[in-house]
């Protein structure tokens, strides 16, 4: 019914088309992107589809629907989760703290996935420079999951969440051997080009069939 209802309102937004001017825009758009932050850092979204996502949609004007697809979904996913939070019980089961467990386990593990990448990803001088910039101890154990720890854990501040996005981008190699990030990854079912147990959107798909 969501995903049926987005579409309807996507193609009433695609026939009437908004007349906003570039500054009001912006300013919209800048708005709804420290929201989405944040809702994905409350919803525990996977680190790589926020990464790819972030440093896709910059403003252009034809990001429009996919801000506004990305902002409803989150949103309906966040009232969702409230709403069982707040039900009987005896009505739920387990199913807010199944999902919530699941998804904590699902970034767990994306964070080992992307840690193993360090080293293969980032030249041994790159790493120790990264290693000072994040304040991860010389000579700890386990430095490349500490670093990659550190990543998208503080949703207020825009500059940490730019440098997140990029060394994720790094890490899984968006950009590499010619394959850019386009839009069309992020229709509505949000496909992915590549590595798809990590890639992508499927949680509030997932959750839209309980």
Not at 10 to 17: I, V
Not at 90 to 106: G, N, Q
Not at 191 to 207: F, H, T
Request: glycine share 4%; proline share 4%; net charge negative.
């Amino acid at each position: 019914q969501v995903l049926e209802m987005e579409g309807n309102e996507q193609k009433a937004s695609m026939q009437d088309p908004v007349d906003q001017s570039p500054s009001s825009w912006m300013i919209i758009f800048e708005e709804q992107r420290k929201q989405i932050v944040m809702l994905w850092h409350l919803c525990h979204v996977s680190l790589i589809h926020r990464s790819q996502f972030y440093l896709l949609f910059k403003g252009d004007p034809a990001d429009q629907i996919y801000i506004e697809v990305e902002f409803r979904r989150l949103t309906w996913l966040e009232q969702h989760l409230s709403d069982l939070g707040n039900a009987s019980p005896a009505l739920l089961s387990d199913e807010p703290a199944s999902y919530v467990a699941s998804s904590i386990k699902a970034l767990k593990q994306e964070r080992e996935f992307l840690a193993k990448r360090v080293s293969s990803k980032l030249a041994p001088e790159e790493r120790e420079m990264l290693y000072r910039k994040w304040e991860i101890p010389a000579g700890g154990k386990q430095r490349r999951l500490h670093l990659v720890n550190k990543l998208w854990t503080d949703p207020h501040n825009l500059d940490h969440i730019q440098e997140s996005a990029e060394m994720v981008g790094k890490l899984v190699g968006f950009c590499e051997h010619g394959e850019q990030i386009t839009r069309e990854m992020f229709e509505l079912n949000f496909k992915a080009p590549c590595e798809k147990k990590w890639m992508g959107w499927n949680l509030i798909s997932n959750l839209l069939h309980l």
